[in-house]
T-cell receptor, first 117, second 114 residues
Framework: AQSVTQLDSQVPVFEEAPVELRCNYSSSVSVYLFWYVQYPNQGLQLLLKYLSGSTLVKGINGFEAEFNKSQTSFHLRKPSVHISDTAEYFCAGAMDSRGTSYGKLTFGQGTILTVHP | KAGVTQTPRYLIKTRGQQVTLSCSPISGHRSVSWYQQTPGQGLQFLFEYFSETQRNKGNFPGRFSGRQFSNSRSEMNVSTLELGDSALYLC?????????????FGNGTRLTVT
């Protein structure tokens, strides 16, 4: 079965501290991985994507993620967070045996990041 | 470039009624996908349309249906509403809808069924 697991439902952190949001995936076929952020009463905004190539992916707002095939992980990191980073973050994967999933992403359950002053 | 536009933003319906939600994709995007987001089940894929054809479908009952028009705009319909259909419904568009083509989401329609 194809699945995406976010290991932490909530992550509290102080402003200017580093943060890592953990994501593991399970798939035996080609996989494309994404991180999205959702602010209250809004849709999902794409932070970054891994399609192929370099395993270190840089995204918007200073976020980056590393694709680790041996550990089937795609953890999101930011070296110094701001109050404005408080939001819910979703890891998602597009994967099926045909190599394309026609609009279907499998999402993790989300991690609520709360940045305290 | 304008983003994905969903209308209306909020809807309140009663059980047994039906509802239609609308989605206008980013200009040039031909794929439109729909998702249901609830606190208990998270984000779940409903279906995807490309060039007016449904190419992919999630595990939802037949009460959930959709269509896409020649200008790529899409509508989603839910008939015989149940309390459990209360959710945020998100539309996403992409160039081609495959895994290589990231999804861009709208702000959603919040449906409340009473």
């Amino acid at each position: 079965a194809q699945s995406v697991t976010q290991l932490d439902s909530q992550v509290p952190v102080f402003e200017e501290a580093p943060v890592e949001l953990r994501c593991n995936y399970s798939s035996s076929v080609s996989v494309y991985l994404f991180w999205y952020v959702q602010y209250p009463n809004q849709g999902l905004q794409l932070l970054l994507k891994y399609l192929s190539g370099s395993t270190l992916v840089k995204g918007i707002n200073g976020f980056e993620a590393e694709f680790n095939k041996s550990q089937t992980s795609f953890h999101l990191r930011k070296p110094s967070v701001h109050i404005s980073d408080t939001a819910e973050y979703f890891c998602a994967g597009a994967m099926d045996s045909r190599g394309t999933s026609y609009g279907k992403l499998t999402f993790g359950q989300g991690t609520i990041l709360t940045v305290h002053p | 470039k304008a983003g994905v536009t969903q209308t209306p933003r909020y809807l309140i319906k009663t059980r047994g009624q039906q509802v239609t939600l609308s989605c206008s994709p980013i200009s040039g995007h031909r794929s439109v996908s729909w998702y249901q987001q609830t606190p208990g089940q998270g984000l779940q894929f409903l279906f995807e349309y490309f060039s007016e054809t449904q190419r992919n479908k999630g595990n939802f009952p037949g009460r959930f249906s959709g269509r896409q028009f020649s200008n790529s705009r899409s509508e989603m319909n839910v008939s015989t509403l149940e309390l459990g259909d209360s959710a945020l419904y998100l539309c996403a568009s992409s160039l081609a809808g495959g895994g290589l083509s990231p999804l861009h989401f709208g702000n959603g329609t919040r449906l409340t069924v009473t």
